[in-house]
Every structure is written in C-alpha cells, then in structure tokens.
C-alpha cells in the first residue's frame, strides 16, 4: 500500500508544517519512536475556536479533528525525511477537546483523527487513544492532537 495513492484517492493534499509558536519543536525522534507536538483544529488558516457543548456539535467536531490529523501528517512527513511511507505504525494519539462541563462525546470528536489514519495507513493507522474535555486549549482552538508513531 502506498500511503500517497491513497491521499490522493481521500483528495488530500499536506500543507506546509506549521512553524512553532512557542518554545519547543514539532517532532521529537528517539530510536525508531517519533512524538509529534500538540496540533490545534485550523479553519481557513486560522485557529477554529470554538467550544463543545456551547457552540460547536460532535460531527463538525469530528470535522475539526479530520483536519488535525491531515496537519499531524504534514508534520510526520517532515519527521519521515519526506516519505511516509517509512510509517511502521501509528502508535498512539491523545486528544484535547475544549469542552463545557457537561459534553461528554470527546471520543466521538477524535474519531474524526482516527478514523482517517485508519484510511490513510490501513493495520498500520489504528491506535491506543485517549480522548480528553479540557476548559481551554491555546488560542481558544476547539481541538488539540498530539501522536507517537513509529517508523521503519
């Protein structure tokens, strides 16, 4: 399987990796282990802010974290030396979900993440997870990824 016929069959096209705002890089590699930094959700270039359980829904939600994954691939392409498919597997996402007190479908809202790596890497993309409300994410983003992958 080759991970790039299939983006282009998902009509997916990486962006540039985003530079860092912060103190700290956008992958860290140890052995064979690569940890990619936190992502936020994006809209039009812009942090999508939002909260859920005030004013944004579990599907565009889902939405929200589909296009995280598309920027923490973009990363993991640069982690790669440009080839994903050097991507042994997808090891591990934990998600922030800025939530009110009272929403409770964090795991539905990362779905939208996993099940794309799941398209995208086939046995290779399905992971351990966690899923997380949280009170803020930076820049009132709605949703925040961060992934471990391993790589050959």
């Known amino acids: 399987m080759n991970v790039y016929d299939k983006l282009k069959e998902l009509d997916i096209t990486l962006p540039p990796v985003s530079a860092p705002v912060g103190a700290y890089v956008p992958y860290v590699q140890t052995g064979n282990l690569v940890f990619l930094t936190g992502h936020i959700a994006r ?9 859920f359980g005030r ?18 691939m ?21 998600s922030l979900v800025n939530s009110t007190g009272d929403f409770t479908e964090q795991h539905l809202v990362t779905n939208g993440a996993s099940e794309l790596f799941g398209q995208v890497f086939g ?25 471990i992958a391993e790589l050959v």
């Open 43 to 51: 809209k039009d270039g812009k942090p999508w802010v939002a909260q």
């Open 55 to 72: 004013d944004i829904g579990t599907e565009e939600g889902r939405s929200a974290a589909r296009a995280v994954a598309i920027d923490l």
């Open 74 to 94: 973009a990363t993991l392409q640069a982690a790669c030396g440009g080839d994903l498919n050097r991507v042994k597997r997808i090891v591990k996402l934990m």
């Open 123 to 147: 046995a290779q993309g399905v992971h351990a997870r966690s899923a997380f409300g949280v009170a803020q994410i930076p820049l009132g983003a709605c949703v925040e990824i961060e992934m």
